[in-house]
């Protein structure tokens, strides 16, 4: 079992609509949670991070967290066509001194 | 600030030849963190310094890679006898907040 798992996707939501983009972790241990955007070709852009139970905004973001259910969401609404990605989610252990990545989610917004 | 900096940004070498990436961190940040992303792949850890100390490895880091950062400023990543498996996107990222990493660019490595 993956340690960070996130479905491939493509995820598809058309303009203007809700992106839910979800993540399971295994390890009971984590204490830090990460979304970091990444287009084709370019490096992981942090967008989002999380520390405590319950939900965090920012702007068209948010993160969403539940330790209990080892759960991790991010929504992003009024999707753009620029929100066009791949979504990465990341957690950090404080004793591995590491992020630990997803495969990461592509969503695709269709104008 | 100018963020991280990597380069080179795109390497081509044949198998066999020993190759090194340099990446500097934003000027505060005291961690530094090295990756290795291939396609469709997250990026995976390969290790970690804590100033100019390497205090994490990844057992991914075969012996073949050796990295550095010895005034705890810069750091360089060099792989030896390059094999076609060390293909890859290679992310440096750097932190002051021991959680919050933010990357460079990234060397893409193409071994023939």
């Known amino acids: ?111 | 600030d100018t963020g991280v900096s990597q380069n080179p940004r795109h390497k081509i070498t044949k198998r066999g030849q020993n190759v090194t990436f340099r990446c500097d961190p934003i000027s505060e940040h005291n961690r530094l963190y090295w990756y290795r992303q291939t396609l469709g792949q997250g990026p995976e850890f390969l290790t970690y310094f804590q100033n100019e100390a390497q205090l994490e490895k990844s057992r991914l880091l075969s012996d073949r890679f050796s990295a550095e950062r010895p005034k705890g400023s810069f750091s360089t990543l060099e792989i030896q006898r390059t094999e076609q498996g060390d293909s890859a996107m290679y992310l440096c990222a750097s932190s002051y907040d021991k959680n919050i990493q933010y990357f460079g660019a990234g060397t893409r490595l193409s071994v023939l």
Do not use: H
């Open chain 1, 1 to 111: 079992q993956k340690e960070v798992e996130q479905n491939s996707g493509p995820l598809s939501v058309p303009e203007g609509a809700i992106a839910s983009l979800n993540c399971t972790y295994s390890d009971r241990g984590s204490q830090s949670f990460f979304w970091y955007r990444q287009y084709s070709g370019k490096s992981p852009e942090l967008i989002m991070f999380i520390y405590s139970n319950g939900d965090k905004e920012d702007g068209r973001f948010t993160a969403q967290l539940n330790k209990a259910s080892q759960y991790v969401s991010l929504l992003i609404r009024d999707s753009q066509p620029s929100d066009s990605a791949t979504y990465l989610c990341a957690v950090y252990n404080n004793a591995g001194n590491m992020l630990t990545f997803g495969g990461g989610t592509r969503l695709m917004v269709k104008p």
